[in-house]
């Protein structure tokens, strides 16, 4: 099972809009409305943001949105914040049991 | 609240073996899933695979089969257990919370640091 394909690194300065792509195959992101979200700070561990495509856990700002076309999902953080710094992941089922993770996008904030 | 503690950090030499707990508490325990997830120093999430902590019934990642085992030890505990050991299995190691197949993992345990080395 091949990760994820996720940009290395995205900016934006504080106040913007930024949008994080994942891309998979028609085996795990486009078979199934089961991609997560997580944000990881340093030295954390990782944090649900979006899950289903688009659900937001409880406590999780609505600043974060998530959405899927085809084989790739895309995470978007409106009024971007400087606590909103760190690694982001998508994740998908893929099958039989099994998930796959992207490999990782490094968010800053200008 | 829900929460997951994981046992501490290991030392173990190329060939060994390492078992990292994680403790449950504030849900039941038996009606969710636990998944294993590494993340080697600077590198990105590795789904390892999951046990149904009501059944027992496991899946494993392919690039893990036949060497790791999930164990449900006790209303509460899980168990992963890594074998035949090599540099390359260095990672923090987290348990989460989540389903076999829905939804997402919504919570973790701290992370257990595993070094291998000689």
């Known amino acids: 099972q091949s990760a994820l394909t996720q940009p290395a690194s995205v900016s934006g300065s504080p106040g913007q809009s930024i949008t994080i792509s994942c891309t998979g195959t028609s085996s795990d992101i486009g078979s199934y409305n089961l991609v997560s979200w997580y944000q990881q700070l340093p030295g954390k561990a990782p944090k649900l943001m979006i899950s289903?495509?688009?659900k937001r856990p409880s406590g999780v700002s609505d600043r974060f949105s998530g959405s899927k076309s085809g084989n790739t999902a895309s995470l978007t953080i409106s009024g971007l914040q400087a606590e909103d710094e760190g690694d982001y992941y998508c994740?998908?089922?893929?099958?039989?049991?099994?998930?796959?993770f992207g490999g990782g996008t490094k968010l800053t904030v200008l | 609240q829900v929460q997951l503690v994981q046992s501490g950090a290991e030392v173990k030499e190329p060939g060994a073996s390492v078992k990292v707990s994680c403790e449950a508490s504030?849900?039941?325990?038996?009606?969710?899933?636990i998944h294993w997830v590494r993340q080697a120093p600077g590198q990105r999430l590795e789904w390892m695979g999951w046990i149904n902590a009501g059944n027992a019934n496991t899946k494993y990642s392919e690039n893990f089969q036949g060497r790791v085992t999930f164990i449900r030890v006790s209303a509460s505990t899980a168990y992963m257990e890594l074998s035949s050991l090599r540099s390359e299995d260095t990672a923090v190691y987290y348990c989460?919370?989540?389903?076999?197949?829905?939804?997402?993992?919504?919570?973790w345990g701290q992370g257990a640091l595993v070094t291998v080395s000689s």
């Open positions: 504030g849900y039941s325990f038996n009606y969710y899933a």
């Open positions: 289903e495509v688009n």
């Open positions: 994740c998908s089922y893929a099958g039989s049991g099994n998930w796959v």
């Open positions: 989460a919370r989540g389903f076999e197949h829905a939804g997402g993992f919504d919570f």
